[in-house]
């Protein structure tokens, strides 16, 4: 998927990026401010969580539960300095939950990631639009 989207057309990408992933964890890359943490909100928001996501920047991750009870996590590591803070906080379990794991700023925690996890990087184009591009590494 490598498409360039505006924000009204977010719940569409979204959709798309639940249909696409073939892995329950998506790690979201791209500058500050680009819009990583609404779209996390607009996913979270598909997948049927019915509290509003925000980002969990001091507690490192959120919990949600969605209407079929399922579970989705929403982790924010842009504060994180030392991997073995993640490691510490039981990061393990929740990446082979087979949960969703949503995290901002993954390449502070990169050595700890699934190797088949989903790579979304959005970046602002000069228009006000966005490109995302999602990539696994698995075949």
Avoid at 67 to 91: C, L, P
Wanted: proline share 3%.
């Amino acid at each position: 998927m490598n498409k360039n989207y505006s924000l009204n057309e977010l719940a569409q990408i979204a959709e798309e990026i639940i249909k696409n992933a073939p892995h329950k964890v998506l790690l979201f890359h791209g500058d500050m401010g680009v819009g990583k943490t609404t779209l996390i909100k607009e996913i979270c928001e598909k997948l049927g969580v019915d509290d509003v996501a925000h980002s969990p920047t001091f507690s490192l991750v959120n919990q949600y539960q969605t209407k079929n009870n399922d579970t989705v996590y929403h982790f924010d590591f842009y504060r994180i300095e030392q991997e073995e803070e993640a490691y510490d906080m039981g990061i393990e379990e929740y990446l082979y939950s087979n949960d969703w794991c949503l995290i901002e700023w993954p390449e502070n925690v990169k050595n700890l990631l699934p190797l088949d996890a989903v790579a979304i990087n959005i970046t602002l184009l000069e228009n006000g639009q966005r490109n995302i591009q999602l990539k696994t590494n698995k075949l």
